[in-house]
């Protein structure tokens, strides 16, 4: 949960600049901190990030802390395999609403966790989802207004001490079960508010390709979700393209405006090309 | 805690010494290796030709040379068989070094009852010495999953002297189910579980003293951790109870215990967990804030709550959500 000092009066800077100060400030802010090892991971998981993030975003220029988006997760990783990550938007920051978030891990072999399109009057504001974390990083959410512009958060978790690794746990289970899929509705928490809640779940294992077959000692292909739909009666409210850092088990929560009575809808298409579709009907608010 | 430092600090000043001697095996012998890392090292008798260390309750450091779980050993006419290698090639010399003062009975069979590092980093020693290693069949593939994080992982945990040489060597003699190894007059059966504490649980029964190597299925005293299946766990409970056996060596915690009374404790923790964040998911509770307060009326029952209850508890939210 840094705070950089550094916001869009630094645009007209050229970009070698932003970085440095980018650096500076991060710099700055652990040396006073004094811990000599979350200096030097926050600053090599910078460090990824600033390497990356012209393959990600070419070089357009990424606002800092404007309040626009907010990310929070545990400061250390329970279950390195299920950690927590709640990315806010703030619509009075966003007037013309957010075309898109993006969800970034630095150190993980495939950083871009999921890039999430949000729809059109769709009223997110709030969506969790769980992510595998495979060492200290910074966790990061980059919003894209309508506008066009880029504003980002980030906050660093710590990777979880023992033996828990970002591997299944029950992976014949995992196999059984694939392609269920679970909704809930959670009616809105504040009468004054006409959101609701989803929190969809889907039965993956999200599989890495990381692992070898113990047999014939070959990779075991990457098998994960990769697009993910969640509609209102053909009206987008949220889609997903993600990859092998969203936990086992897929699941997000988040809130949304629904308009009319229409049914819920989820599309869920996985690296094997197997489409998994369901609905249900939404279930009265209360209001 | 500056003792700790210093202490660590001794143990990491060692390091250099420790490589050379490695590399000159006839100059310095495995007890004498161990007794350079200060790791005091005892067997203990359990039962005739059965003998069991007990680690410490606490998480592998570079203080306690990574000597967390408890290992087993039993003693046939032919052979000797050993359960689990220790979470280090330091505690998994100390252990052969112990081994040939009881018997001078060939090592046969390595069996190790699950994936983690405490009980399996030593089986590079193992190896050396030309053990058959033995696992759950899912324990290869477990590994190939997890072994370099774990590598990774624990660098940083128990220093970089430690994990020298440590490799992560997956079984090649598999159990699917159940497997009968003949130790020259006593036959240990050893049993594949489902997914409980891991998805490559194994436990060794010595039918002669009727002692139970339980693993990780059995906690005593030190908080259980799960990386499986809580629902599978509580599922097995009562099988694992049935086992005739009169004592246990459990994974971590006293040894031996009575058996099958050493399970009441993880079960009533698992059963209470469970009941918790069952609560929590039909309250509409997230895993976040759900897993902050889960299980906490059993915090004064174990070492090491604060440590693993909160991942116990995000573990058991991902799987119940499903019920």
């Given at each position: 949960m840094q705070n950089h000092a550094y916001r869009s009066r630094q645009l007209g800077l050229?970009?070698?600049?932003?970085?440095?100060?980018?650096?500076?400030?991060?710099?700055?802010?652990?040396?006073?901190?004094?811990?000599?090892?979350?200096?030097?991971?926050?600053?090599?998981?910078?460090?990824?990030?600033?390497?990356m993030k012209g393959d990600v975003f070419g070089d357009r220029a990424i606002l800092v802390d404007s309040g626009v988006v907010r990310i929070e997760a545990p400061k250390r990783a329970q279950d390195a395999a299920i950690v927590p990550v709640d990315i806010y938007i703030d619509p009075a920051?966003?007037?013309?609403?957010?075309?898109?978030?993006?969800?970034?891990?630095?150190?993980?072999?495939?950083?871009?966790?999921?890039?999430?399109?949000?729809?059109?009057?769709?009223?997110?504001?709030?969506?969790?989802?769980?992510?595998?974390?495979?060492?200290?990083?910074?966790?990061?959410?980059?919003?894209?207004?309508?506008?066009?512009?880029?504003?980002?958060?980030?906050?660093?978790?710590?990777?979880?001490?023992?033996?828990?690794?970002?591997?299944?746990?029950?992976?014949?289970?995992?196999?059984a079960t694939m392609g269920?899929?679970?909704?809930?509705?959670?009616?809105?928490?504040?009468?004054?508010?006409?959101?609701?809640?989803?929190?969809?779940?889907?039965?993956?294992?999200?599989?890495?390709?990381?692992?070898?077959?113990?047999?014939?000692?070959?990779?075991?292909?990457?098998?994960?979700?990769?697009?993910?739909?969640?509609?209102?009666?053909?009206?987008?409210?949220l889609s997903m393209e993600g990859g092998i850092?969203?936990?086992?088990?897929?699941?997000?929560?988040?809130?949304?405006?629904?308009?009319?009575?229409?049914?819920?809808?989820?599309?869920?298409?996985?690296?094997?090309?197997?489409?998994?579709?369901?609905?249900?009907?939404?279930?009265?608010?209360?209001? | 805690m500056p003792i700790d430092r210093i202490r660590r600090k001794l143990v990491n000043g060692f390091a250099c010494t420790a490589v050379s001697a490695a590399m000159l095996p006839c100059c310095l012998g495995r007890a004498a290796l161990a007794a350079a890392y200060g790791l005091e090292f005892k067997l203990r008798k359990v039962a005739d030709g059965v003998f069991a260390f007990q680690g410490?309750?606490?998480?592998?450091?570079?203080?306690n040379q990574g000597a967390i779980s408890n290992l087993g050993v039993v003693v046939g006419a032919d052979a000797v068989a050993v359960i689990d290698s220790g979470g280090s090639l330091i505690e998994a010399n100390a252990l052969i070094a112990e081994i040939g003062k009881i018997s001078a009975k060939p090592v046969r069979y390595l069996i190790n009852t699950h994936m983690h590092p405490d009980h399996v980093f030593g089986n590079a020693a193992f190896r050396q010495i030309g053990a058959t290693i033995v696992g759950h069949h899912n324990l290869p593939r477990a590994l190939e999953a997890r072994g370099a994080f774990y590598l990774q992982n624990f660098r940083e945990q128990i220093g970089d002297a430690l994990i020298k040489g440590i490799e992560i060597i997956p079984p090649t003699m598999l159990v699917d189910d159940r497997l009968q190894l003949d130790l020259g007059g006593r036959v240990l059966e050893l049993q594949a579980w489902k997914a409980a504490h891991t998805d490559n649980d194994l436990t060794v029964f010595d039918s002669a003293t009727r002692t139970l190597f339980a693993g990780d299925l059995v906690f005593i005293g030190s908080l259980p951790t799960l990386d499986g299946s809580l629902l599978g766990w509580l599922r097995q409970m009562d099988g694992l109870a049935a086992i005739g056996a009169t004592r246990v060596v459990p994974g971590h915690g006293p040894v031996p215990a009575d058996w099958p009374a050493a399970l009441t404790g993880e079960?009533?923790?698992?059963?209470?967990?469970?009941?918790?964040?069952?609560?929590?998911?039909?309250?509409?509770?997230?895993?976040?804030?759900?897993?902050?307060?889960?299980?906490?009326?059993?915090?004064?029952?174990?070492?090491?709550?604060?440590?693993y209850n909160e991942r116990n508890a995000t573990a058991a939210f991902a799987e119940l959500e499903w019920e």
């Amino acid at each position: 949960m840094q705070n950089h000092a550094y916001r869009s009066r630094q645009l007209g800077l050229p970009l070698a600049a932003i970085f440095a100060a980018i650096i500076l400030a991060i710099g700055a802010l652990f040396g006073a901190s004094g811990a000599a090892n979350a200096q030097q991971t926050t600053a090599s998981s910078d460090r990824i990030w600033q390497d990356m993030k012209g393959d990600v975003f070419g070089d357009r220029a990424i606002l800092v802390d404007s309040g626009v988006v907010r990310i929070e997760a545990p400061k250390r990783a329970q279950d390195a395999a299920i950690v927590p990550v709640d990315i806010y938007i703030d619509p009075a920051k966003a007037p013309a609403g957010i075309k898109s978030v993006t969800l970034i891990i630095d150190v993980n072999p495939a950083p871009v966790a999921a890039t999430f399109e949000i729809g059109k009057d769709a009223g997110v504001t709030h969506l969790s989802t769980r992510v595998r974390v495979d060492d200290y990083s910074y966790l990061r959410a980059i919003a894209e207004t309508q506008g066009g512009e880029l504003h980002m958060a980030q906050t660093f978790v710590k990777a979880s001490g023992g033996c828990s690794a970002p591997a299944l746990k029950n992976q014949d289970e995992a196999m059984a079960t694939m392609g269920q899929m679970k909704l809930r509705q959670f009616p809105p928490q504040e009468t004054m508010t006409k959101a609701q809640e989803l929190q969809l779940m889907i039965r993956h294992p999200n599989n890495s390709g990381l692992q070898r077959n113990p047999l014939t000692q070959y990779f075991i292909p990457a098998h994960f979700v990769q697009k993910l739909s969640v509609s209102q009666a053909d009206r987008l409210i949220l889609s997903m393209e993600g990859g092998i850092s969203i936990s086992e088990d897929p699941n997000f929560r988040f809130d949304f405006t629904a308009h009319g009575t229409g049914q819920i809808q989820v599309e869920a298409i996985d690296t094997d090309g197997k489409v998994f579709r369901n609905q249900w009907p939404l279930e009265a608010t209360g209001l | 805690m500056p003792i700790d430092r210093i202490r660590r600090k001794l143990v990491n000043g060692f390091a250099c010494t420790a490589v050379s001697a490695a590399m000159l095996p006839c100059c310095l012998g495995r007890a004498a290796l161990a007794a350079a890392y200060g790791l005091e090292f005892k067997l203990r008798k359990v039962a005739d030709g059965v003998f069991a260390f007990q680690g410490v309750d606490e998480l592998m450091s570079a203080a306690n040379q990574g000597a967390i779980s408890n290992l087993g050993v039993v003693v046939g006419a032919d052979a000797v068989a050993v359960i689990d290698s220790g979470g280090s090639l330091i505690e998994a010399n100390a252990l052969i070094a112990e081994i040939g003062k009881i018997s001078a009975k060939p090592v046969r069979y390595l069996i190790n009852t699950h994936m983690h590092p405490d009980h399996v980093f030593g089986n590079a020693a193992f190896r050396q010495i030309g053990a058959t290693i033995v696992g759950h069949h899912n324990l290869p593939r477990a590994l190939e999953a997890r072994g370099a994080f774990y590598l990774q992982n624990f660098r940083e945990q128990i220093g970089d002297a430690l994990i020298k040489g440590i490799e992560i060597i997956p079984p090649t003699m598999l159990v699917d189910d159940r497997l009968q190894l003949d130790l020259g007059g006593r036959v240990l059966e050893l049993q594949a579980w489902k997914a409980a504490h891991t998805d490559n649980d194994l436990t060794v029964f010595d039918s002669a003293t009727r002692t139970l190597f339980a693993g990780d299925l059995v906690f005593i005293g030190s908080l259980p951790t799960l990386d499986g299946s809580l629902l599978g766990w509580l599922r097995q409970m009562d099988g694992l109870a049935a086992i005739g056996a009169t004592r246990v060596v459990p994974g971590h915690g006293p040894v031996p215990a009575d058996w099958p009374a050493a399970l009441t404790g993880e079960r009533r923790y698992f059963e209470i967990l469970a009941r918790d964040i069952r609560k929590a998911i039909a309250d509409g509770t997230p895993l976040r804030d759900a897993v902050k307060t889960a299980g906490a009326s059993e915090r004064s029952n174990w070492h090491l709550f604060d440590d693993y209850n909160e991942r116990n508890a995000t573990a058991a939210f991902a799987e119940l959500e499903w019920e």
